[in-house]
């Protein structure tokens, strides 16, 4: 499968939706990544519900939402009825995790679930079979345009083994401080999404650089 690109509208100008959309268009977007914030389980507030159902008016490619929140199985129904396609919680924010992803799955959304920097991914070990997604954190989540942590591509890696030596059909993302850059040494990792913020809003031509994210290849080799 060749990967996908989910830019994270958290560092695009959220004054104009429909703009930033036409731009997630233009670029070829293939999710929109949608980052909500609690200001509990992680230092910073973001958005919410309205934005997600603004997105769901203005753009026809799948919402993947991002809960960084405490107790995200209260909003579960919430986010799928404002249009999310998948919903992905924190693995340290669940107490019930295998609860809380059947929950998402009831919905019919896609399941997802991040782990933090520091978090093993063989802790996912007993929840991977159930899993639609899961969202390697490459920065401590809070805040767009940090650095990308280097231990997060031996993750990915030993991730995407886990999965062949049981042929699960997960879907492997990365998250934080992505640029075009690192981008290559993510996908060889093994993971086939891609979620950029600043990589693509804080830079000159969002939309050519939304381009250029999507079309990587190693030596002449598509990715
Ligand atoms: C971080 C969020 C990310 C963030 C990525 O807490 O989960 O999705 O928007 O932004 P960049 O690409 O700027 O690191
Ligand atoms: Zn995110």
Redesign the pocket.
């Known amino acids: 499968m060749k990967y996908l690109l989910s830019p ?1 509208v ?2 695009a100008d959220l004054s104009n939706i429909q703009e930033v959309a036409a731009m997630l268009r233009e670029g070829g977007a293939d999710w929109v ?1 949608l ?1 909500v ?1 609690d200001g509990v389980f ?1 230092p ?1 507030i973001s958005f919410g519900l309205p934005i997600v159902r603004a997105f769901r008016k203005h753009i026809n490619r799948p919402l993947d939402v ?1 809960l ?1 929140i405490v107790e995200p199985e209260k909003y579960i129904e919430a986010f799928r009825q404002a249009g999310a396609d998948s919903i992905t919680v924190h693995y340290e924010a669940c107490v019930h995790l295998h609860r809380t992803v059947h929950q998402i799955k009831n919905t019919g959304a896609r399941a997802g679930v ?1 782990i933090n920097p520091h978090t093993p991914v063989t802790l996912l070990e007993d929840i991977l079979g159930e899993l639609d997604l899961v969202l390697v ?10 650095r ?1 942590i280097p231990h997060s591509i031996e993750k990915i890696r030993k991730l995407k083994q886990m999965r062949d030596a049981r042929s699960l059909g997960f879907t492997i993302s990365v ?5 075009e850059h690192n981008a290559k040494d993510v996908l060889a990792a093994g993971a086939d999404v891609l ?6 809003f ?1 830079q000159e031509d969002p939309v050519l650089t939304m381009r250029l994210l999507k079309d990587l290849r190693i030596d002449g080799v598509w990715l």
């Open positions: 994270s958290l560092s990544h980052d914030m992680v910073n991002h960084m991040a954190m490459s920065v401590n989540p809070g805040f767009g345009g940090q990308f998250d934080g401080g992505i640029d979620v950029v913020g600043s990589g693509i804080h």
